[in-house]
């Protein structure tokens, strides 16, 4: 294990089955740096919202009903929990009733800027340094990070990579392929084309191609990046301090 010598705030965006989940949790186990989900809270609020009787396609419905329940995310990246008003979400989230979801909540200015708020405050409380992963993190959310990362693939791959996810899962039609591929482009399509913070990469942020990388090689990637951010910032706080 390798220690990073200064504490480094790293946004990880990208579209689905790219890897940032797998990656980041990965990167920052290894770094000793804490770890957001930030999907995780998206579909916390939504999971909230599909069973307090909320219409997720109604946006002033959803929007009103924003601000009511608490979402709390833990930062371990060995134990990432979510919970929305003290119920453990984190089964109910990954459900393909949540995933068609998703998209249509986290569009909602309101639903956006309180968990933006959450986002900010969870990695300005994070003193050792963090790891935030999602799709507007290096726009948006955490313009300053001293490290961004875009990761892309096919989107073959990304959805082979889902597909075998979900198959492991429950072993049902949701494993099928082409289904899976057809879902994807749909919500990489809405979270791209929303108006509110769209899924775009940082123009400074440096983007990796995953589809021919194994997991490892991505993990090895980045934490080269961040050990290399890190010790630039370390050298910037040296000189400022002289
Ligand atoms: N480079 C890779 N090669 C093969 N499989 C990968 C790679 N990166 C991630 N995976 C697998 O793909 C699936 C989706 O990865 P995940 O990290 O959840 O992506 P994201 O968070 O971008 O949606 C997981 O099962 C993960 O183990
Ligand atoms: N920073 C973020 C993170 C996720 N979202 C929304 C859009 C995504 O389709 C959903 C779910 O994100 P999540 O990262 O869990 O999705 P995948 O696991 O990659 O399929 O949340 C967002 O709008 N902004």
């Given at each position: 294990?390798?220690?990073t ?9 990208g ?5 940032k ?18 999907g995780?809270?998206?579909r ?9 009787g ?14 009511k ?6 930062t ?15 089964g ?22 309180r ?5 900010r405050?969870?990695?300005a ?7 935030v ?11 300053d990070?001293?490290?961004?990362v875009?990761?892309?693939?096919s ?12 198959k ?5 039609a949701?494993g ?16 791209s084309?929303?108006k ?17 990388l ?18 630039e ?5 040296e000189?400022a301090?002289?």
């Amino acid at each position: 294990m390798s220690a990073t010598p200064a504490a480094v705030i790293v946004a990880i965006d990208g579209p689905s089955g790219t890897g940032k989940s797998s990656t980041s949790r990965a990167v920052a186990a290894q770094l000793g740096l804490r770890y957001l989900d930030t999907g995780a809270q998206y579909r916390a609020i939504t999971w909230w919202m599909l069973t307090n009787g909320i219409d997720v396609n109604d946006a002033t419905e959803v929007a009103a009903a924003s601000g009511k329940p608490s979402i709390v995310s833990g930062t371990d990246p060995r134990d990432p929990a979510i919970a929305a008003d003290g119920a453990d979400a984190s089964g109910p989230i990954r459900t393909q009733e949540v995933t068609a979801a998703v998209s249509a909540v986290s569009a909602v200015p309101e639903v956006r800027a309180r968990i933006t708020g959450l986002q900010r405050a969870i990695a300005a409380g994070a003193g050792g340094g963090i790891v935030v992963e999602g799709r507007d993190i290096g726009t948006t959310v955490l313009p300053d990070a001293d490290l961004k990362v875009f990761l892309t693939a096919s989107a073959e791959a990304r959805a082979a990579r889902r597909s075998g996810e979900l198959k492991a899962a429950d072993g049902s039609a949701a494993g099928d392929l082409a289904a899976t591929q057809q879902a994807l482009a749909q919500r990489d399509k809405a979270d791209s084309s929303r108006k509110a913070s769209p899924l775009k990469k940082a123009d400074d942020a440096v983007e990796v191609d995953t589809t021919e990388l194994s997991l490892d090689q991505v993990i090895e990637c980045v934490v080269t990046l961040i050990e290399k951010a890190a010790a630039e910032k370390a050298g910037r706080m040296e000189k400022a301090a002289q």
